[in-house]
């Protein structure tokens, strides 16, 4: 049975820190693609980044990029996200999900077969 198990959410003020974790079972960890997606109230889920475990190539959005930084253990079947210089409108519930990948790393929703449940990350102003 394949399981994600998201966590490391919580409450940080603006500018701070948090690093989640999806903890992984059921699959072959590097045959896949791991991505963090995020849905704020009253908005579509986007992604946030990916990670191809098999040739490593990631994507981030616009939004995170030089803020967030993605990663992966193949030792612990994990994948982290990183997340620096917190601003209020990355609040949201992130969600962790996987899909068999082939070639670069995808980070749209529909490419994903398996989601964990969310955790909730809030910045305070």
């Known amino acids: 049975e394949v399981q994600l198990q998201a966590s490391g959410g919580g409450l940080v003020q603006a500018g701070g820190s948090l690093r989640l974790s999806c903890a992984t079972s059921?699959?072959?960890?590097?045959?896949?693609?791991i991505g963090w997606f995020r849905q704020a109230p009253g908005k579509e889920r986007e992604g946030v980044s990916c990670?191809?475990?098999?040739?490593?190539?990631?994507y981030y959005g616009d939004s995170v990029k030089g803020r967030f930084t993605i990663s992966s253990d193949s030792a612990k079947n994990t994948a982290y996200l990183q997340m620096n210089s917190l601003k209020p409108e990355d609040t949201a519930i992130y969600y962790c999900?996987?899909?068999?990948?082939?070639?670069?790393?995808?980070?749209?929703?529909?490419?994903?077969?398996?989601w964990g449940q969310g955790t909730q990350v809030t910045v305070s102003s």
């Open positions: 059921g699959f072959t960890f590097d045959g896949y693609a």
């Open positions: 990670i191809n475990n098999s040739d490593r190539s990631t």
């Open positions: 999900a996987a899909y068999y990948a082939l070639g670069y790393v995808r980070c749209t929703y529909d490419e994903y077969h398996y």
